[in-house]
């Protein structure tokens, strides 16, 4: 995250700011979300890369002649121009409260909250609309429901070979699996992973709760990160006096204002070849292959 460019204020506020960022944190880098994502000057813009298709033979004769359909790495760009704000004010401060930064950034921190909340839920949205979709076993436990999940998901993507990273779970679904007899096994390793508020893992993986997640959309999402990018750029958090500028004028108020760029691509196959199994020259797309990211439903029967 460009926590740096393109920032218009203090390091107090910064440092405040960076301290409360992830009151909802669904995007875990490395789990859920690429790290890997590399920011234009002023962090107008985000970028980063995805795998070209390669030509494959397993059955090669050795010095035979060779033909290939290779193509580079692929860059993709983010634009970080639009984003979330805030704008707030105190009215009529005391001079002895105007002039505290440990009170005007307690109001500054609790919109920053919201605002990043808001890029979060945001981030739901965009990972639901752009899933492959799927289906568990009609009546399965929740544990089964994961774990079978979880061989579809290494089947689907046996050409690439990569795996879950993370799972997001609707809050339904979480209750179900903290409920799961085959889940809560009596060992103290177990015992330690059911805490309400703690990750949770099934095979290694982390299990993340997610209340904005819809159960009408989802149960449960896995994730490989290297599918979901999502990058933010701090632009502006400040006080100026709320008697200035436009709209409504609160003489000797304060006023906060906040601006952060963001957005989110998540990744197919017509966007990494490296997902395809079947490269087709005509249109330079796999005709097939796999998914970084697929939410899964119960089936209807």
Known sequence: MAYTSGFNGDHVALKHIINTMNAKDYLIPGVIANPAVSYTVMGESAFFYTKGATTLDASHNLGAASTTSVRGGRRI???LTTGGKFDFVIPGPELKTAASVDVKTR???EETIRLLNAR???AITAIVAA?????????ATAFAAITNAIATYRVDNKATNHKVTGILVCPSFWAELLQDNKYIRSTDRADLKVFD?????????????CPDLSSSDADFILVNYNGVAAPMNIATFKMVPADMGGGTAYIGGERGLGEIGYNFKIVTKSDDYFLGTAFDSS???PSAGGYYVALFTE???
């Open 77 to 79: 760009d983010v634009s």
């Open 107 to 109: 109001y500054i921190i």
């Open 120 to 122: 979060q839920e945001a």
């Open 131 to 139: 899933a492959v979709e799927k289906e568990y076993t009609y009546g």
């Open 197 to 209: 508020g703690q990750i949770l893992e099934v095979a290694g993986i982390p299990i993340i709760e």
């Open 283 to 285: 249109t330079g797309v």
């Open 299 to 301: 089936a209807s029967s």
